[in-house]
């Protein structure tokens, strides 16, 4: 089991090459927002110098310097659909807006935002795409960027605080049971972990052994260190979310996420939680490694996952 004594934990601070608990110095994460505008494009025609609304300027329908168009591409110059826009004026409701120009239903300038239709550079649009530094608003509609959120579970993750623990009242008084409001945890790994060369990595400050047992996911007789070696996907945290519940991490800095069963406690709320001000996962170093390309973590270093418990039936492993 993940021990929750202060000695322990200690350990895991402080095994940053042993246990994968990295730095000790507590630092936050932030997140590069790129995204991704859409391609220019013209449906309509040059723009007029002097154009305006439905008619022609001087050569039919088009766009000004840095419009976009209603069908939800921004980029340098896209086309409204039907009528024309000048260098600075804007259309009405399907047509071509200018260099600041905006229309109701159609297209947006460079820092415009139009309702249903593309984004500029820093604007957002409500289902369309998303620029450099926009969301979309849901899963069905336009891109995000590269730290965007879909279904909201990510907006704003990047920015969140962490809820530290206010009480440590689990079983024996050194866990907690308080769920973070916003399901921001920082991250760390602990347990057993098979090897690339078949060996049995065995983790000095942990048993291997889980405190809620294996509940049906290894066989009885097997010993623990076999056990968790060979199930990979599983977590602490069984006194907030109960044993053998499983959980979806997602990291929302690169779109991955693990579903992972809790078969042990931890970790310990006074000397790590309350100690580094967020609440921590213990995970499987399998799932540290997947969720985070390669690296692992320790909890003082505040790598964030957002965790949600999910039904008993889903499968483990990578989504």
């Known amino acids: 089991m993940r021990a929750p004594a202060i000695l322990v934990v ?34 309509g025609g040059g723009a007029g110098k002097a154009g305006t609304g439905g008619g022609a300027g001087n050569a039919g329908g088009g766009v000004g310097k840095a419009g976009a168009s209603s069908a939800g591409a921004a980029g340098a ?28 239903a ?20 409500g289902a369309g795409a998303a620029g450099k530094a926009g969301a979309g608003g849901g899963t069905g ?32 008084g050194q866990t907690s049971k308080e769920v973070p409001s916003n399901g921001v945890y920082s991250t760390s790994w602990f347990g057993c972990y098979r090897k690339s060369d078949g060996s049995i990595y065995k983790d000095p400050g942990d048993n291997c052994e889980f405190a809620c047992g294996p509940k049906g996911h290894c066989p009885a007789s097997q010993p623990g260190p076999e056990c968790e070696a060979t199930l990979k996907w599983f977590s602490a945290d ?18 991955k996420r693990v579903i992972l069963v809790a078969l042990d406690r931890g970790p310990n709320c006074t000397s790590v939680e309350k100690k580094v001000g ?22 003082n270093e505040k790598k964030r996952v957002v965790v949600e418990e999910v039904d008993a039936a889903t499968p483990l492993g990578p989504e």
Not at 284 to 290: G, I, K, N, Q, T
């Open 10 to 43: 200690v350990t895991w601070l402080t095994l940053p090459v042993a246990c994968g608990g990295g730095t000790d110095e507590a630092t936050g994460i932030t997140i590069e927002q790129t995204g991704g505008a859409g391609a220019s494009g013209a449906s």
């Open 77 to 104: 110059g896209a086309a409204g659909a039907a009528g024309a826009a000048g260098k600075a004026g804007a259309s009405g409701g399907a047509g071509a807006a200018g260099k600041a120009g905006a229309s109701g």
């Open 106 to 125: 159609g297209a947006a300038g460079k820092a415009g935002a139009s309702g249903a239709g593309a984004a500029g550079k820093a604007g957002a649009g």
């Open 141 to 172: 509609g336009g891109a995000a960027g590269k730290a965007g959120a879909s279904g909201g579970l990510c907006a704003g993750v990047e920015s969140a605080p962490f809820d530290p623990p206010g009480v440590c009242d689990g079983p024996s």
């Open 238 to 255: 069984a006194d907030r979310y109960g044993c053998g519940a499983k959980l979806r991490l997602t990291n929302c800095a690169n779109g």
């Open 278 to 299: 967020a609440p921590v996962l213990d995970m499987s170093h399998d799932a540290m490694v997947y969720l985070f390309d390669g690296a692992t973590y320790g909890g």
